[in-house]
């Protein structure tokens, strides 16, 4: 079983820049590099939305909202996966979860940080 534990949520003013930290933990075996990752959000009210992923070679894809502005990379010696975020805006603003996934073995969610960008 996978523990995620995510990290680096906060407040910061519209253009301003975070980094979300995302470490894995809860296996002798490291087999954070066999799932995809990824970064969800969810706004007061609102659904979770799925922000980017990042998969088991590297590959990655990105919502529309925050393409271009948001990077998700990933440390698998680390078991941690990062999401920075730059030029944050208002709408960015939510619960930040992390969460990891395989087809076969048992899938995981973080507790969520909160990320509130605001002047």
């Known amino acids: 079983q996978v523990q995620l534990v995510e990290s680096g949520g906060g407040l910061v003013q519209p253009g301003g820049s975070l980094r979300l930290s995302c470490s894995a933990s809860g296996s002798n075996f490291n087999i954070f590099s066999f799932y995809s990752m990824a970064w969800y959000r969810q706004a007061p009210g609102k659904q979770r939305d799925l922000v980017a992923r990042?998969?088991?070679?590297?590959?990655?894809n990105y919502s529309d909202s925050v393409k271009g502005r948001f990077t998700i990379s990933r440390d698998n010696a680390k078991s941690t996966v990062y999401l920075q975020m730059n030029n944050l805006q208002p709408a960015d603003t939510a619960v930040y979860f992390c969460n990891a996934d395989h087809v076969f073995l048992p899938k995981a969610w973080g507790q969520g940080t909160q990320v509130t960008v605001s002047s």
């Open positions: 990042i998969d088991n070679e590297a590959n990655t």
